[in-house]
T-cell receptor, first 117, second 115 residues
Framework: IAGITQAPTSQILAAGRRMTLRCTQD?????MYWYRQDLGLGLRLIHY???????GKGEVPDGYSVSRANTDDFPLTLASAVPSQTSVYFC????????????????FGSGTRLTVV | AQTVTQSQPEMSVQEAETVTLSCTYD???????LFWYKQPPSRQMILVIR??????QNATENRFSVNFQKAAKSFSLKISDSQLGDTAMYFC????????????FGAGTRLTVKP
């Protein structure tokens, strides 16, 4: 089934530990995104990638890093987790906006619930 | 920067009745997309409906329709004949059509459909 796979589904992490959230898509979308969802704040963009080999910072990038070695994978790394990073993390993908293609919305993964204690 | 505001944190509706969720946005762009996403307890983000700003006709998808008022920067979602399965968080979102721009989300409205 075409879509986005995120792993793990949930995780409890000790503060100060390093963690990588995995995201893989099979739709050959150029653009990929990482959002965090917090109650009362909606979804906020952490990092994005327009195409393989390029990444950019979103609204709340501090404490997170990403890489985009190929089209399909877009991992998110927390170098040293802190309790304020407790959240639900969503990976999403789309055709690249601004290339003349009509955008039909993002395709989202099922999310990773991360608790930092 | 674009902002999206959903002023109703929670709403409820009786099964089979109609409910309208509000959304306003702020932008200087003229060409953009607007979306409503549904997030049921399963946590999956599901696209409900999409509107292109240059289209004056309001989008409709079965029981879901929007009232798009471009001058007022308003994009409300109407759910007709509400069903128990409509119980979910609903997010309004904005995205520029030209040039780079990520999707910006409102804070969400939690809708409960009561039997």
């Amino acid at each position: 089934i075409a879509g986005i796979t995120q792993a793990p589904t949930s995780q409890i992490l000790a503060a100060g530990r390093r963690m990588t959230l995995r995201c893989t898509q099979d739709m050959r979308h150029n653009a990929m995104y990482w959002y965090r969802q917090d109650l009362g704040l909606g979804l906020r963009l952490i990092h994005y990638s327009n195409t393989a080999g390029t990444t950019g910072k979103g609204e709340v990038p501090d404490g997170y890093s990403v890489s985009r070695a190929n089209t399909d994978d877009f991992p998110l790394t927390l170098a040293s987790a802190v309790p304020s990073q407790t959240s639900v993390y969503f990976c999403a993908s789309s055709d690249s906006p601004g290339q003349g293609k009509r955008i039909y919305g993002y395709t989202f993964g099922s999310g990773t619930r991360l608790t930092v204690v | 920067a674009q902002t999206v505001t959903q002023s109703q944190p929670e709403m409820s509706v009786q099964e089979a009745e109609t409910v309208t969720l509000s959304c306003t946005y702020d932008t200087s762009e003229n060409n953009y997309y607007l979306f409503w996403y549904k997030q049921p307890p399963s946590r999956q983000m599901i696209l409900v409906i999409r509107q292109e700003a240059y289209k004056q006709q309001n989008a409709t998808e079965n029981r879901f329709s929007v009232n798009f008022q471009k001058a007022a920067k308003s994009f409300s979602l109407k759910i007709s004949d509400s069903q128990l399965g409509d119980t979910a968080m609903y997010f309004c979102a904005f995205m520029k059509r030209i040039g780079w721009g990520d999707m910006r989300f409102g804070a969400g409205t939690r809708l409960t459909v009561k039997p």
